[in-house]
């Protein structure tokens, strides 16, 4: 098991949360992204990405994503995906 130090990343576990709670679930920045090859629901990225199992599609997605920011621009409510990838890279580099 890979053994990341979460105080590394540039936000913390909290303010993930935080952002993912304050996420209206538009999908803005999933239709944005050019890693997305299958479907996923911002639910389901936004659950996943702080608890629980990692489904196929969502691990998928986390291994594809290259922290490009397209996701950032189209949200509605000015969150920063790309900082919640971040932490779901790090559970499923934790889970593997």
């Known amino acids: 098991m890979v053994k990341v130090n979460p105080v590394l990343?540039?936000?913390?576990?909290?303010?993930?949360r935080q952002?993912?709670?304050a996420c209206i679930g538009c999908s803005e920045c999933i239709q944005a992204c050019p890693?997305?090859?299958e479907p996923i629901t911002i639910d389901m990225l936004n659950r996943e990405t702080v608890s629980g199992e990692i489904s196929g599609p969502v691990a998928r997605f986390a291994r594809s994503?290259?922290?490009c920011g397209a996701c950032v621009p189209p949200c509605?409510?000015?969150l920063h995906r790309e900082?919640?990838?971040m932490w779901l890279?790090?559970?499923l580099l934790s889970t593997e």
């Open 83 to 85: 900082a919640m990838m």
């Open 19 to 21: 952002e993912i709670r």
């Open 35 to 37: 890693a997305v090859a």
């Open 76 to 78: 509605p409510v000015g």
């Open 89 to 91: 890279k790090v559970r």
């Open 65 to 67: 994503c290259y922290q």
């Open 9 to 16: 990343l540039h936000k913390t576990g909290s303010q993930v």
